[in-house]
């Protein structure tokens, strides 16, 4: 499957913004999909995940309640809505999926290695 990011921009603190995420490739509601971010110097981490077929979720702790995962399978796309962004959000966000038919374990959707698939990156920037 092929992921491409787009929605990402430059907000001030306690703005929102919206990432999309389209694939093209296999039936998209089989893939379970996760976002990612990776600010400068740092390690790649994990943001939210969504499961196929939409039931289940998993966020970092950093987010929860402020960032939604949801998935229109109808339109191939994944989003992320980002609400209360702080300086901190700051980072290039990715999309991932998992491989084909994959099944879903709340602990491996927060794993940067149980993703197969990953788009370009989408640069969010949060100002004080």
């Known amino acids: 499957v092929q992921l491409q990011a787009f929605g990402g921009g430059l907000v001030q603190a306690g703005g929102s913004l919206r990432l999309s995420c389209t694939a093209s490739?296999?039936?998209?509601?089989?893939?379970?999909m996760g976002w990612f971010r990776q600010a400068p110097g740092k390690e790649r981490e994990f943001v939210a995940a969504?499961?196929?077929?939409?039931?289940?979720?998993n966020y970092a702790d950093s987010v929860k309640g402020r960032f939604t995962i949801f998935r229109d399978d109808a339109k191939n796309t994944v989003y992320l809505q980002m609400n209360s962004l702080k300086p901190e959000d700051t980072a290039v966000y990715f999309c991932?999926?998992?491989?084909?038919?994959?099944?879903?374990?709340?602990?491996?959707?927060?794993?940067?290695?149980?993703?197969?698939?990953w788009g370009q990156g989408t640069q969010v920037t949060v100002s004080s």
């Open positions: 969504m499961s196929n077929g939409g039931g289940r979720t």
């Open positions: 991932a999926a998992q491989p084909y038919g994959s099944r879903w374990y709340t602990y491996k959707a927060a794993l940067l290695s149980e993703y197969s698939y």
């Open positions: 490739g296999r039936p998209f509601g089989t893939y379970i």
